[in-house]
Nanobody, 125 residues
């Protein structure tokens, strides 16, 4: 069973930066496709970034391209999301998710069996 724990969220002003972390346990992170999803109030959960097992392939939603970077440290079993130039519309609960299948791009939440509890990001204007 894969357990995921996120951290790093908080309040930030528009234009600022945050780095989210997600520590995986119970399974070797190097064997997992990992991704970040956001869920804004009264909206569906959507994927904003994904990274392949070895970190070679990275995928981003159009809304965050050029502002967010996804990375991973398989030795530390940790996934990261560097968020720069944050906007109020980035305000959401951010969840990391894992799948034992290879990453082929962004996907729907139902494709990921393992989830963290989330970390809240609030961007003020």
């Amino acid at each position: 069973q894969v357990q995921l724990v996120e951290s790093g969220g908080g309040p930030v002003q528009a234009g600022g930066s945050l780095r989210l972390s997600c520590v995986a346990s119970g399974y070797s992170a190097s064997s997992l496709c990992l991704g970040w999803f956001l869920q804004a109030p009264e909206k569906e959960r959507e994927q904003v970034a994904a990274i392949s097992r070895g970190g070679l392939y990275r995928f981003f939603a159009d809304s965050v391209k050029g502002r967010f970077t996804i990375s991973r440290d398989n030795v530390k079993n940790t996934l990261y999301l560097q968020m720069n130039n944050l906007k109020p519309e980035d305000t959401a609960m951010y969840h990391c998710a894992a799948d034992r299948r290879p990453c082929n791009g962004l996907d729907v939440p139902a494709s990921f069996p393992y989830w963290g509890q989330g970390t809240q990001v609030t961007v003020s204007s």
